[in-house]
């Protein structure tokens, strides 16, 4: 018990002698920089990121019908973005004898995206930017809106039965033996019409009934326009 007390009262006894500091400060030129190397080979720098349908989608040869302009556009890059020189190329190609006017990103993107379901490589345009001829509100050819165009060794009907699936569309078909083209708009309401008026008349649209129309519309986001549903389809 003694010798337990001695200890507890030795240990609780304050030092009388100096303490020396364990841990001694550091200044920055004490720290020598590592070799390079040192700890293995340097990295490289990441990849870009790359879209695997992105990456696989080709170019598109569009082609103007009545100025025998043409480009080959490849609208997206490797990482899935647009690219907006080749917008701006669609457009110039687009362009009617006013000169070039831009086209809205998105109606480049549906038509590029139409491209790729029928697996079409050139897209033939019939009307893109049309400058306004009277004092009434622009239509959505004078906004840079619309395009009228075929796709090659694509039936017409099919091209526009494709395009009525999409939401916030505006799609016409022109049926006519002399035109046969298909119209495509983008708007927030889809409407589709058929259109039976040769070259240089107009007659009055025919409405085409669109029972989902509402649902379809409501569905709509960002990716809807995206070139993902590669199906060749009968043509």
């Known amino acids: 018990m003694a010798l337990a007390s001695l200890l507890f009262v030795a240990d609780c006894e304050p030092y009388a002698g100096e303490v020396a500091p364990l841990l001694q400060p550091v200044t920055p030129s004490a720290v020598a920089a590592p070799e390079p190397g040192a700890f293995g080979p340097p990295r490289p720098e990441p990849p870009a990121l790359e879209v695997a349908w992105a990456k696989a989608l080709p170019a598109l040869r569009v082609e103007c019908a009545n100025t025998g302009a043409q480009a080959e556009v490849r609208l997206y890059d490797d990482d899935g973005s647009v690219n907006p020189l080749a917008v701006d190329a669609f457009s110039q190609v687009a362009a009617d004898a006013n000169g070039p006017f831009p086209l809205q990103e998105r109606v480049v993107r549906l038509a590029v995206k139409a491209a790729r379901y029928f697996d079409a490589k050139t897209l033939v345009v019939v009307s893109g930017y049309r400058k306004p001829r009277t004092k009434a509100p622009p239509d959505h050819h004078a906004k840079g809106e619309a395009l009228d165009f075929r796709l090659p060794g694509v039936d017409y009907r099919k091209l526009a039965a494709y395009l009525r699936s999409l939401p916030r569309v505006g799609v016409g078909v022109y049926t006519d033996s002399r035109t046969r083209y298909v119209h495509l708009d983008v708007r ?18 025919a409405a085409l009934p669109d029972a989902k129309q509402a649902a379809r519309d409501a569905a709509y986001t960002d990716e809807s326009d995206l070139p993902l549903d590669h199906a060749v389809a009968a043509r």
């Open 188 to 205: 927030d309401r889809s409407f589709h019409w058929l259109d039976a008026s040769p070259p240089g008349v107009t007659w009055r649209e």
